[in-house]
């Protein structure tokens, strides 16, 4: 680990295009960077990597005008500074492309550009401004229609058209947000071709990305966040290896044990077998992958989020189709069936979304909780519902789980996460099932909350129940899981038994257990 | 800002600097903030009580501004629509055909599906009905018990077919249902009006001949004879049917299995597709039962008011109000029985007070001052001293 803030250097050189010193920004309940010192070079690309929450994108929204730091100085080209807006940042020459875009699909590219614009003031004059915007792309080697609309280009056009927004604004410094998140292979090299061209520009770029491989690509220097800390500042490239950078992103000692009784894991409840599905942009979500859940044990899934966890869960869960392979749960076939028919067959499922997916949130907590019990008796009563049984149902599960609510005709939207958490549990679990989904089942609750959820997965496992856990949080996985299998771009890249992180690490970031072995043997680090 | 030096306030924010200037001549101020807890169940009530006070008092001030006499005026309104049994009676008539719609809108809406479309379901429920005598499908002096019947199941399903359409476009083919509702509305009058003004036409004139008393919804008036208070009073069994309708609807959505499906789909969708519920075939559902219900209305107009088809009674805007209606009774089956009766009290006294020319606007201001205190249901205003924060 590097020591931080050992430099107190007054008048730092020039070739510092941003510096930023002992940053701190807090959000309810989370750190999410603590004392973070980030210094960009001019000219240079700087990549800043970090788990999922690692506080990589609060920090460069703080830098990007749109959060504001409780602590810590910012400067640009050796001023201080200090952001009230994107656009005060945009005006000192920062300019952020957002993993999201932000760009009116009915309009062409010249007027998404223009947008919010001081000039042209009231006549358009788009011709004259197409061939200012296709002039300054081909530059930068961006090409694009200045006059196509956006909704006629592709993902990898459309973040052109965000890059030429900031130029356009005069950016000196881009920060670009997981750029490759997006993008297919090849676009992900037009792009690299891009930052190059834009480097020997005299831009300067920082890449926020959680892949090692892309940084070790394309990045100059690397500063590393772990849990809203430095862990490494500004390191050159060509100096580290990817397991060190590995190391960095995710090493630690396990905090917190729980205490499970040895696994006694039976027949396998869940098999996944070569399973292909796509995304909801029609992309391949999840590549040929293949798993087995036994009952009595917690399957924990690794992986940094967006690698086809969510696609998988839906897939088992019957809520999304799959194109090739199949699912079999107690050796039935579930895929390609519907969620109904897979929850008649014991399948639970505590989805990621609490809110939006879990919950009904106008609903009682009566309503809320019979959501998949409410077909059979004794909630149905025939075709009508039973309130009485179903009253008599939420009010001992509010008992059972401790779930604090005023009354079980209260809406659900009144909760906080972890009690709205326990619903969800409580109904998932009082249907005695034999397959539990659960995907990020603790994330945004307290520890107290985390705790208790904690101990229900336990005990369900202790019950016979085969459980996927799929989360993001290592440290959970470790605790819980008898077996840790790691999801990379909608593979398995291996399963492990012991806690070995810093081999999960490497796995999260795209190698795989055989590679690992193989080069862990030839040459130690 | 000014903390940009200062690294040791991180955590105490009680010691705020007194920046503020003092001098200020309200020490309080509003603060707006969403209710965090359920409001009591009379809560409500009060509120809607205590808007129609308002609204009653800003129309005062209008009426006196007119130059008329608020108190003598809103005494007249009351007698005009509830003051004795004979104009209960006509209160009642003009809320039945709004009950229906009402109830129609409430449950489509309720699954978030915007039926616009109540006025030409209406409408079809009407022509359905009246096709059955005017075709007709019945031979003449077959008795009311079968001819009732026959009427209202063509009504139901003329108006649950005009419901299908839409349902089904949006269900299969994502088609948005607002504008289709709305469009088919129009198609449904100009349907309507080529068979009052050609097939039907009681020669030449833009109306169909009069129904055969058999085709006729039950009124009081009928049981004159033997309940002389019944005497000239019109309400007919529609308002009975309507109620009733309510009761049922109200049991399916709170106390049924496909109700509870409705009332997920409504408020979460992602929810209920969680839950394993068919969100296309209750699209295509709820918008059959919705028209059905309005097309009984349309029904229960013509066999119970009208006795013929007409155009100007039938298309009178009853699906339109029938939004409103079932908005204001919170999408509440009995609400909208309520809310219906005070709008047909509105529509009577309306036309009672006319030459004032103020009625209307005091519908609006009532309407108004109703919609906008829901905004108390879902947030309250607190007064804060300042410099106190949160």
Not at chain 1, 212 to 235: C, F, N, S
């Amino acid at each position: 680990m590097m020591a931080k803030n050992s430099h107190n250097d007054i008048d730092n050189p020039p070739s510092f295009v941003v510096e930023m010193r002992g940053i701190v920004k807090r959000f309810p309940g989370v750190l999410a960077n603590d004392h973070v010192d980030f210094r960009l070079h001019r000219g240079e690309i700087h990549a800043l990597l970090g788990e999922n929450g690692a506080g990589k994108s609060t920090l460069m929204n703080v830098l990007a005008g749109l959060y504001r730091q409780e602590v810590g100085t910012v400067l640009v080209n050796g001023q201080l500074v200090n952001f009230s807006s994107p656009g005060d940042a945009i005006q000192a020459g920062i300019g952020m492309v957002h993993q999201h875009f932000m760009l009116v699909p009915s309009q062409s590219v010249t007027e998404n550009i223009l947008l919010g614009l001081d000039k042209p003031r009231f006549r358009m004059e788009l011709a004259k401004y197409d061939s200012v915007i296709a002039e300054l792309g081909e530059r930068f080697g961006l090409r694009v229609d200045p006059r196509a609309k956006i909704w006629q280009l592709s993902v990898g056009e459309q973040q052109r058209v965000e890059i030429i927004k900031m130029l356009y604004r005069g950016a000196e410094v881009l920060i670009m947000d997981e750029p490759t998140a997006v993008l297919a292979p090849q676009e992900i090299e037009v792009l690299f071709n891009t930052l190059h061209s834009m480097i020997a520009n005299g831009k300067s770029i920082i890449f926020i990305s959680h892949k090692l491989q892309e940084v070790m690509a394309i990045a100059d220097r690397v500063t590393v966040l772990q849990r809203g800390k430095t862990t490494a500042e500004g390191l050159e490239i060509e100096n580290i290896t990817r397991r060190e950078l590995a190391h960095l992103m995710v090493g630690r000692d396990v905090v917190f044990r729980v205490d499970k009784k040895p696994s006694e894991p039976g027949n396998v409840v869940l098999d996944v077998q070569n399973v292909v599905a796509e995304n909801d942009k029609g992309l391949t979500a999840i590549q040929n992958l293949s798993l087995q859940v036994r009952a009595g044990e917690i399957f924990g899934l690794a992986g940094v989020a967006g690698n086809g966890q969510r696609e998988l869960a839906q897939v088992i869960t019957g809520l999304r189709k799959v194109n090739q392979g199949r699912v079999l749960l107690n050796n039935k076939v579930i895929s390609n069936r519907s969620a109904r028919f897979s929850i008649q067959r014991g399948l639970a499922y505590v989805p990621e979304d609490r809110t939006h997916v879990g919950t009904s949130p106008n609903l009682s907590m009566t309503d809320n909780v019979i959501m998949k019990n409410y077909r059979q008796p004794p909630i149905a009563r025939g075709w009508a519902i039973d309130m009485t049984t179903a009253t008599t149902f939420a009010k001992d599960l509010k008992q059972d789980y401790d779930i604090a609510i005023p009354n079980v005709d209260t809406p659900v939207r009144l909760l906080s996460g972890g009690n709205l958490q326990r619903v969800i549990l409580a109904r998932e679990i009082s249907g005695a099932p034999t397959l539990m989904v659960a995907v990020q089942p603790t994330r945004g609750l307290d520890v107290g909350a985390i705790e208790s959820v904690h101990r229900l997965l336990l005990s369900q496992r202790e019950a016979g129940t085969a459980i996927l856990l799929i989360s993001e949080d290592l440290e959970e996985l470790l605790a819980l899981s008898d077996c840790i299998a790691v999801i990379y771009e909608g593979q398995i890249m291996g399963e492990v038994m012991d806690e070995n992180i810093d081999i999960i690490g490497l796995m999260m970031t795209g190698m795989d257990l055989e590679e690992i072995q193989a080069g862990g043997s030839a040459k130690n680090v | 800002m000014s903390e940009m030096d200062t690294p040791n306030n991180s955590t105490s924010s009680e010691e705020i600097p007194p920046s503020e200037p003092i001098i200020r001549s309200f020490p309080y101020r509003l603060r707006i903030e969403p209710r965090m807890e359920e409001p009591a169940r009379w809560y409500p009530f009060l509120l809607f009580l205590g808007a129609l006070v308002l609204a009653l008092v800003i129309g005062g001030f209008l009426l006196v501004l007119a130059g008329g006499d608020p108190l003598r005026s809103y005494a007249h309104i009351a007698r005009a629509s509830f003051g004795n049994i004979g104009v209960i009676s006509d209160t009642i008539v003009k809320a039945t055909p709004i009950i229906f719609t009402g109830l129609a809108c409430s449950i489509a809406f309720r699954m978030h599906l915007w039926n616009i479309g109540a006025e030409g379901q209406f409408i079809m429920g009407a022509f359905g009905a009246g096709a059955v005598v005017l075709i007709p499908l019945l031979p003449e002096g077959t008795p009311v018990w079968i001819f009732i019947p026959v009427m209202a199941v063509a009504g139901i399903v003329a108006g649950a077919f005009w419901g299908f359409i839409p349902g089904f476009l949006k269900a299969r083919l994502k088609v948005n249902e607002i504008i289709t509702t709305l469009m088919m509305n129009y198609i449904a009058i100009a349907w309507i009006n080529f068979f009052i003004f050609a097939v039907w036409s009681e020669g030449g004139f833009q109306m169909t001949t009069k129904f055969p008393d058999n085709a006729w919804l039950p009124r009081l008036l009928d049981y004159a004879n033997r309940i002389p208070v019944f005497r000239g009073l019109t309400t007919h069994l529609g308002f009975l049917i309507g109620v009733l309708a309510a009761f049922v609807l109200w049991y399916i959505i709170f106390r049924s299995r496909w109700g509870y499906e409705i009332r997920l789909i409504g408020d979460n969708p992602r929810a209920a597709q969680y839950a394993g519920i068919n969100i296309q075939r209750n699209t295509i559902l709820v918008m059959m039962v919705s028209g059905a219900l309005a097309g009984l209305g349309g029904m229960s107009e013509v066999a119970g008011v009208v006795h013929r088809l007409q155009t100007s009674p039938i298309a009178a805007g009853y699906g339109f109000t029938g939004i409103i209606v079932a908005w204001l009774a919170k999408l509440n089956p009995f609400g909208v029985v309520l809310v219906s009766i005070l709008f047909g009290a509105l529509i009577l006294a309306g036309r009672e007070i006319q030459p004032s020319g103020l009625p209307k606007m005091i519908q609006g201001i009532i309407l108004v001052c109703l919609i906008a205190s829901d905004f108390f249901i879902r947030y309250r205003i607190r007064f804060v001293r300042l410099g106190e924060e949160i």
